[in-house]
C-alpha cells in the first residue's frame, strides 16, 4: 500500500516556474514506477511525465517536453515535477500515482494522490 501526497500548487502567471512534490509513504516506494498526471476541466487525464523505480529512466508529453522534469529521492520517498515557461494551457490539477509497471497506460497506476491545483494566468 502506498499513500501519496501532492504539494507545491498554486497561481502562477505566464511564463513562471513551480515545483510540485509527491511525498508517498511505505517503505517500498523505490519500488514503484511514479508519474505525473493533469486533468483540466472538460479534459481526460493526460499522463505528462514518469520515471521507472530507480530514477534511470524518463519519458514526457510532448506537450510538456523540454519544460518540465521528473526527478525522484528514494531517499526521501519524493518525487518532483519541475515546472518552467508555465503556459496557461498548463492549467489543471496535478496528480502524481505509482505503479508497478514504468509505462504511459494510465490503468497499470495503483496508487493516486489527491492532486494538486496549477493556475496559469496573467
Known amino acids: 500500500q502506498v499513500q501519496l501526497v501532492e504539494s507545491g500548487g498554486g497561481l502562477v502567471q505566464p511564463g513562471d516556474s513551480l515545483r510540485l512534490s509527491c511525498a508517498a509513504s511505505?517503505?517500498?516506494?523505490?519500488?514503484?514506477?511514479m508519474a505525473w498526471f493533469r486533468q483540466a476541466p472538460g479534459n481526460d487525464r493526460e499522463l505528462l511525465a514518469r520515471i521507472s523505480s530507480p530514477g534511470a529512466n524518463t519519458a514526457y508529453a510532448d506537450s510538456v517536453e523540454g519544460r518540465f522534469t521528473i526527478s525522484r529521492d528514494n531517499a526521501q520517498n519524493t518525487v518532483y515535477l519541475q515546472m518552467d515557461a508555465l503556459r496557461s494551457e498548463d492549467t489543471g490539477v496535478y496528480y502524481c500515482a505509482a505503479g508497478k509497471w514504468y509505462t504511459d497506460y494510465i490503468g497499470s497506476y495503483e496508487y493516486w494522490g489527491q492532486g494538486t491545483q496549477v493556475t496559469v494566468s496573467s
Open positions: 511505505g517503505r517500498t516506494f523505490s519500488t514503484y514506477a
